[in-house]
């Protein structure tokens, strides 16, 4: 479902549990906390990796099949040596590794470090409380080339999804949200802003894979797990894929600015994604092709007639929108 640096997940609901912990339990991945390098050593880390490993399995698990990818997540002092021993211990294993910057606030350094591991091939992900993310950030570590931002939203209930938009404006690294999720709702609401996966902090038995079973349903109905709302109706930048020609006054302008198109360039963008792929044709809809089309959910006998004449399903239609969001806002 999810390919994040060498790292494949068959859901996007990672599992973080404290490493001295349960030893079973299912998830797309699953993230070992709190090894404090300044008391732990790598031999000590890999021995309990190797420990965990037995026990996790993926979400499609029935109690037997392939193991989840596994990550842990690392603080240490000043030195960034052990940080690095632990990268490189990470990207020759195809661990995930993760800084945990929740209790540090010190920006340079973490923007420092990206550098420094990506360049040992080790897929990163850095845990942050959104606070310490300042102006131009988190597409300055995208840009650094980390994986994954990984936002602690635990406790900011209401706020999570606005975060998550903010963050997914910034068109950087992928998203994996923490939040207070107890259930589907939840969990889409973080999606839907842009989250590309969902963190449980040492979920109950039985609670990451039913939330994985059920997203994975949503997926395979809709064609789009983490699909965005449309722009107008507070939907991030991947919005812009419902978008009609921006012809009227209406937010698409304020978001085309932040994703850096005149409205012309987003014109020419989108006829030239389309131009060859399902979405190119629309005869009878309102502006004579698909690939300006509004989201599935949002009733309209045009569109959908326009689908039905050339045999596209709701489904593959809204697969093309994903693959045209990710064109549009690629770097
Ligand atoms: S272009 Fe259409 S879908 Fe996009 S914000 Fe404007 S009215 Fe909404
Ligand atoms: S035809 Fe329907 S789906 Fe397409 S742009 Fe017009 S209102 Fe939206």
Redesign the pocket.
Known sequence: MLEVGYLSLSSPVAVVLPWHGRKSGFGGLFLLESFDLDRTSLEEIEEALRDQRGGLGDSRDTGKDKAAPLGFSIRSSEDDGPIMDAARMAGKNLYLLEIDFSDEDDPERMKGLVSKIKSCGATLSIRVKPEILQDGMVAELGRAGLDIIHLDLIGMNGVGPKIVKKTADAIGPKIMAMGDVGDFEDAKALLAMGADMISLPSPEPGVAKRLSDQVSKYDDQSGWYNCPKHICSGGDLRGLAFC?PPVKHCPVLGALKKAGFTPESFVQKKLAFAKGTPLEKGDG???GSLV???KIT?P?Y??DAALRRYGISGKEYIRLKKDLAENLLRP
Do not use: H, S
């Open positions: 009609c809809t309102c502006f300006w089309c509004c949002k309209c045009l569109r």
